[in-house]
């Protein structure tokens, strides 16, 4: 069997070293880490394959509510992605992945679609600047969620993405109805994400690092704050000191994507198939 290491090391067939400005500010990766490395950081990867790392990526960081949730990827033809309803996320391979048209019919995939794909599409036809949107049951988004709190934000990790967080609060439960969907898409404004009282979590962004810095920042800083209460309160780092921290938030944060994509590669390297 064919090591991975070996695998994008020979993808890379000794010429472009590392793929490690996709998505990120060029001008700063090249000033902070100007050395090629010892092979690429990733494989090359369709988008089908793409959609479906991230389904597990964020599976494991806590985005798992059974086989809640839904993911999409407007991809560069105006087609959209997804995962299918019947598959939890970490299972889900690249061919699995649903291909939809622009109003959410199905165009290829043997699955079905969540009935809340309506959210989606209306968000993409809202939102010329989000082709990812990220919604889950996620564990510790939920417990604020429920609590109809924001979680403060206590460290660098949180802080990734900044201090403003709204707060959904007209419960619906489920994303089925057209009017709802419409409602809490025209709702989100131009925000970045938003908890969504008693039921989840949402969060968008131009592509697929940005909405997963979102969405695993989103969980860890509402884990954070809430083991940080169980021990009777903390100091929140202030504001201005977020914002400094948020700057990943716009540029991307170098070799993070790749990273934790690595590692579900490793996992289960038959996700790609
Ligand atoms: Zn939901």
Redesign the pocket.
């Known amino acids: 069997m064919l090591c991975l290491m070996c695998l994008f090391v020979c993808m890379n067939g000794g010429g472009n070293f590392m793929e490690k400005f996709e998505g990120l500010n060029r001008g700063m990766v090249e000033r902070f880490a100007p050395r090629p490395g010892r092979y690429r950081l990733l494989p090359a990867l369709t988008e089908e394959a793409k959609l479906a790392l991230m389904c597990r990526m964020l599976f494991r960081e806590g985005w798992n509510e059974h086989i809640?949730?839904h993911i999409t990827l407007r991809t560069e033809d105006g087609d959209i992605l997804t995962n299918p309803w019947e598959l939890a996320w970490d299972e889900v391979r690249a061919g699995d992945v649903m291909r939809l048209d622009r109003n959410g019919s199905v165009l290829k995939g043997d699955w079905n679609v969540t009935p809340?794909i309506g959210l989606h599409v209306q968000l993409h036809r809202l939102r010329s600047d989000v082709n990812v949107i990220v919604?889950?049951?996620s564990r510790y988004s939920m417990v604020w969620a429920n609590a109809h709190r924001i979680p403060p934000v206590y460290d660098q990790t949180g802080a990734h993405c900044g201090v403003e967080l709204p707060l959904f609060n007209e419960y619906a439960?489920?994303?089925e109805k057209e009017n709802v969907t419409e409602e809490v898409a025209r709702a989100l404004g131009d925000a970045k994400w938003a908890l969504?009282a008693n039921?989840?979590a949402l969060v968008v962004g131009k592509d697929l690092r940005q909405a997963h810095l979102r969405a695993i920042t989103l969980e860890w800083r509402c884990r954070r704050a809430w083991e940080v209460e169980l021990l009777g309160g903390g100091v929140p780092l202030d504001d201005g000191e977020v914002e400094k921290v948020s700057i990943t938030d716009a540029n991307g944060f170098p070799f993070l994507w790749e990273a934790m994509a690595r590692r579900e590669l490793v996992r289960d390297p038959k996700l790609v198939e």
Do not use: I
């Open positions: 809640a949730g809340a919604h889950n049951h439960g489920t994303f969504l039921h989840g």
